[in-house]
């Protein structure tokens, strides 16, 4: 298998669940050379995903191309004016200080950035995110902020078998409905089917895409 092929794989899984169009399949580059993004983006990927500022912008930089950006790692507060100026979507606001931090630099830069909610939906201390209470309680005030467009909530599951991630990505399902929000990033290369069987129409795929033999 190639990347092309392994992209024409998932593309015919989505196809099959669900509909296609309504899914957003974001290759996630990092730590992936060049060349390896190059051939991504010629075998047809539009949306690509970066953990670290700096390393997207030395990407972004290299590549010329006609794609969307997606900050997908963690995004601290000393990197929000580059985060804002290279990327299209943020899908890791978790704090309300952070969510004000953006959109007064998206101001400054006369721009509304696309963002979602990152939700600690399993609670475990290494996750960054509201919690869910918090989330529901600050939603309002985040409504507020004039540069932020909010798609939806964001979750990263919790090492475990794919079946095991399924209560997760249910809840953050739940949760989003409550809210009345509209999308859900969630699932990547171990976990995209249970996570697009419960509602993702965002999945971030890196290992699936770039696996080789």
Same mark, same amino acid.
């Given at each position: 298998m190639n990347i092309f092929d392994n992209l024409a794989e998932l593309h015919k899984y989505i196809k099959k669940h669900r509909r296609a169009k309504e899914i957003c399949l974001v290759v996630v580059t990092k730590q992936r050379s060049l060349d390896e993004i190059k051939e991504a983006i010629g075998a047809g990927a539009v949306h690509l995903g970066e953990n670290r500022v700096q390393e997207a912008e030395k990407r972004q930089q290299a590549i010329a191309a006609n794609v969307h950006w997606h900050m997908i790692g963690r995004l601290q507060s000393n990197k929000v004016k580059l985060a804002v100026q290279l990327f299209e979507y943020l899908h890791s606001i978790?704090?309300?200080?952070? +969510?004000?931090?953006?959109?007064? $630099?998206?101001?400054k830069q006369g721009k509304k950035v696309k963002i979602f909610l990152q939700v600690?939906?399993?609670?475990?201390?290494?996750?960054?995110?509201?919690s869910e209470e918090e989330v529901i309680k600050v939603l309002p005030a985040l409504k507020k902020l004039p540069h932020l467009d909010i798609?939806?909530?964001?979750?990263? +599951? @919790?090492?475990?078998?794919?079946?095991?991630?399924? @209560?997760?990505?249910?809840?953050?399902?739940?949760?989003? $409905?409550?809210?009345?929000?509209?999308?859900?990033?969630?699932?990547?290369s171990n976990d995209y089917q249970v996570a697009l069987e419960e509602g993702a129409d965002f999945i971030r795929i890196g290992t699936k895409v770039f696996a080789r033999g």
């Open positions: 978790g704090s309300m200080k952070l +969510a004000e931090l953006v959109s007064k $630099e998206a101001g600690n939906v399993s609670g475990e201390g290494s996750k960054q995110g509201f798609l939806g909530l964001m979750t990263m +599951a @919790p090492h475990a078998e794919a079946e095991k991630t399924r @209560p997760v990505f249910k809840k953050l399902a739940l949760l989003k $409905e409550k809210l009345g929000l509209k999308h859900l990033s969630m699932g990547m």
